[in-house]
């Protein structure tokens, strides 16, 4: 019998073992582990949940616009040039500088032009005392003729008397003959008379053309020793200089150029689609900068009549105050046009937009789970930014930590 024993007494043993590693198996299944006799618990963890702000997305009113490249032009530019020519002696302008219209900006050699006007003022005066010599002239020649037209008539009478006379043939013929000659040359003195008063007249005539023309000449002169000062032929901002000290300034050539820029205008180019569109005074927002993007407010002041004939485009102005000229010509800017007609369209705030320029992402709130879309975009305004693929309407957007977020992290909303 005990024989037998000892076989079983072995079962026993081998059996129990089996059990030992069945028991550790299922302990360590449940987190439960022992070690020398000792029981530890481990206990699994749920994943970290990121708290976030959501807002919901819904369809907004858009109205049309038009965007358009552009380019600052002065509203007015005037070209610094001489009315005369000469040696340039002063120069008191730099590009960039504001100038108020009149501003001296150049100043030319003006001594030649002195002496001239010295010159022409002594012909001036010598002309006048011509004037006055020939009147004076003619004042003694009209006087002289009325003494001449005296010594006729009297000569006249006493022929007249002496004629009596001889025909009744109380004196000699040589009387008569005398009397007859001394007419004659009362009318010759009278006839001279005539003429000296004409030649006077003539001198003074003369005399009174020579002073016109000095004086026209003086004018010229002093108007042309005022053209040695170049001035600002507008008020703005000088731009283009070509002009420096000791060179010879030709009459008419450009020397610089003064740009108004207050207000400015934003150049653009319509398409004849669009035309239609565009009416003057109707309000647009133009856009410079890139990164530091500056808005300013703008009204459409002109449309051209005509397309370009190479481009079939026509040119529009947009003018902008730009009061404190910050705004500067050859800028390029965005011009965005308000239009008449309106749309709906997806918007959520700008502080659900992560990524790049074209590959732009938002994540949504998927039960609790952050789900992240790619998403194109249009119009960014006053905190919004539309959506045009990628969220549909309805869709609860994460605005906050995006910019950690993970696809596929859990999220708990938490209310404003």
Not at 90 to 109: A, C, P, R
Not at 378 to 404: F, P, Y
Request: proline share 2%; net charge neutral.
């Amino acid at each position: 019998m005990f024989k037998k024993i000892g076989p079983a007494v072995r079962g026993f043993k081998m059996t129990k073992m089996r059990v030992l590693i069945v028991i550790v198996l299922v302990l360590a299944g449940t987190g439960v582990t022992t070690f020398m006799g000792k029981t530890e618990k481990t206990i699994a963890t749920a994943p970290n949940k990121v708290y976030v702000k959501v807002s919901v997305t819904e369809n907004v009113i858009k109205q049309a616009t038009l965007s358009y490249k552009a380019s600052l032009e002065a509203s007015e530019e005037g070209i610094v040039s001489g009315k005369v020519s000469g040696k340039v002696v002063q120069v008191m302008f730099e590009n960039g500088h504001y100038v108020s219209q009149g501003d001296t900006l150049i100043k030319l050699d003006d001594q030649e032009i002195k002496n001239h006007i010295a010159s022409s003022e002594a012909k001036l005066k010598a002309s006048e005392s011509q004037v006055k010599s020939s009147e004076s002239q003619l004042v003694s020649s009209q006087t002289e003729l009325q003494k001449m037209q005296l010594s006729v008539d009297n000569a006249v009478s006493t022929y007249d008397r002496t004629k009596e006379l001889f025909d009744g043939g109380a004196i000699a013929k040589v009387e008569l003959e005398s009397a007859e000659t001394t007419v004659s040359n009362a009318k010759s003195d009278l006839e001279s008379a005539k003429a000296n008063i004409e030649t006077a007249q003539a001198s003074i005539k003369t005399a009174q053309a020579n002073v016109t023309a000095a004086q026209v000449d003086l004018k010229i002169l002093t108007n042309s020793l005022a053209d040695t000062t170049i001035t600002a032929p507008l008020t703005g901002i000088i731009d283009e200089k070509s002009v420096s000290l000791g060179q010879y300034a030709n009459l008419g050539v450009a020397l610089g150029k003064v740009k108004s820029i207050s207000p400015i205008y934003a150049v653009i180019e319509v398409d004849q689609n669009d035309l239609s569109s565009l009416k003057v005074g109707q309000s647009a927002k133009v856009k410079v900068g890139s990164t530091d993007i500056k808005i300013y407010d703008g009204i459409i002041k002109s449309t051209e009549a005509s397309a370009d004939t190479t481009s079939r485009v026509f040119k529009c102005k947009v003018e902008v105050a730009n009061l404190d000229q910050t705004l500067k010509p050859g800028i390029y800017a965005n011009v965005d046009i308000v239009g008449d007609q309106t749309s709906e369209m997806i918007a959520v705030p700008t502080d659900a937009l992560s990524g790049n320029p074209g590959n732009y992402t938002v994540f949504v709130n998927d039960q609790g789970v952050a789900r992240k879309r790619m998403v194109s975009i249009g119009q960014i305004t006053k905190g919004l930014v539309e959506i045009k693929d990628g969220v549909k309407n309805g869709d609860s957007v994460i605005i906050t930590n995006v910019n950690t977020l993970q696809d596929g992290d859990a999220v708990s909303v938490v209310m404003e």
